[in-house]
């Protein structure tokens, strides 16, 4: 594909943007009654609220075509059949494969990778059911209490993000822990908080050479090791990975891993034997369910046209936002305590795909690709950085999250929470003008001068704008749906924006540098030739050590 700038659609949707430039959401809301039917959809309890957006019927025409334009059913149609379209990579992307049936055939290069698909599938679901039911203990005998997934990136952060989502489905299940982090102090806090014999350490790394995970299962293993002896440990570790060499030189059996390919990307990965913490916490009837709602939202994507199809429909917004808007940034805001960690998951998601200035051909890119992604569930950001999102001069676009109905209710809690959630929403899309404070402030008993010199203070311009993505309740299918969602929109931007969102070549340079600069610090190799910062720091470091 050519520049996504020369394609009319883009020309169009820029003189499209200029027509809009004064048009406030105050006024295209109270120009139709219709417009949440208009610009919202359902998939059975699942709702996408795109009506508080900068925009009409024509600017999702026009995105729509811009869409069209820049080949997006075609390529989702190419992941689909499991084509090469991890160019940087020659690789296929098919994490689709491991939510879909076993019977329907995915091929990859003529063989249909279902039936391997499903035999790991039904190992995990075989070991996960063991686990809960303590028929697969440790050295001693004992039930393992708590499950401990070694990895980082996308070997952490989905697993983590699902264990916590689905805390209410954990009963009768081990604790799911996560280390991530090559800082000593996180493995050091699984040790204080367990025991070597009732611990499983899962070693989840694709590639199975990352420094950090290798470092961590090293120093678990030598946990597990000193109390319970060198035979013992073996029975404390499992492995999730694509390389097997590596798996049996680290010391696990090679029967006791669970094996998947590379045409999974880490950051979606989760579907896969990567997945073996999530179905040991919740069960593997959950794990499916989980599977089941990604399925959903892939037969969705696959079927539903452009104008209807909710993953299209967020991914043409972010284009709007980012290159007709000059938006930089995108607030994820769950009103799910549960969904702490799904801004983090996203963060991977969104700017490790679309983090990239080159085309898939290689060439510099000459338009905005991803955005910043932030959040945090509210309503903590409430009460922290919302402020700069209502009143600040920069354009946030922004995606709340919330449920129906609370996993955990407790009195009028989460009523009182879906209300605040409503009630960004609605500021955020009204603000209030000079008038209404006025007269709010008048109100109040103020006048004259003090009056008039609090008036700036209190305007709100309004017109920000926001998705709301509403659900019955956060049960494992229904997350499926909701990741699924994220991972296509991904797809849907970074189709447009003309780039590889499946490579991360720069998280491979991060584990490139840091090996020269570690034989540095404990004097093995000598002082390479550094700039004269990085020099000093290093300095700086033995001297205080
Ligand atoms: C994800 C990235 C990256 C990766 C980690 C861990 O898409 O590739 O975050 O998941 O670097 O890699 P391993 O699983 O190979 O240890």
Redesign the pocket.
Known sequence: MGAPTSLPAWAALARHRETLAGVHMRDLFAGDGERFRRLSLARGDFLLDYSKNRITAETMRLLANLAREAGVQRRRDAMFAGECINVSENRAVLHVALRAPADRPIRLDGTDVMGEVESVRQRMRRFADMVRAGKRTGATGRKFADVVNI???????GPAMVCEALAPFRAGGPNPRFVSNIDGAALRDVFAACRPETSLFIV???????L???TNAHSARRWVADALGEEAAGKHFVAL???LDAVRAFGIDPDEMFPFWDWV?????LWSA?GLSIAIAVGADNFAALLDGARDMDDHFREAPLEANMPAILGMLSVWYGNFWDAHTHAVLPYDQRLARFAAFLQ?MEM??NGKSVTEGGAPVAWQTGPVLFGEPGTNGQHAFYQLIHQGTRLIPADFIGAARSQSPLGKHHQLLAANLFAQTEALMRGKTAAEVRAELAARGMSGAALEAAVPHRVFSGSRPSNTILYRALDPFTLGRLIALYEHKTFVEGTIWGIDS?D?WG??LG?QLAGTIAAELDGSKPPAAHDSSTRGLIDRFREWR
């Not at 990895?151 to 952060?157: T, Y």
């Not at 990307?265 to 990965?269: E, L, T």
Request: hydrophobic share 25%; aromatic share 8%; proline share 0%.
């Open positions: 990895g980082i990136g996308g070997s952490d952060l989840a790394s694709k590639t199975f050479t990352t950090e995970t290798l990975s694509t390389n990307g880490g950051r979606y990965s990567i991977q490790e795909s499946f991360q998280v491979e584990k």
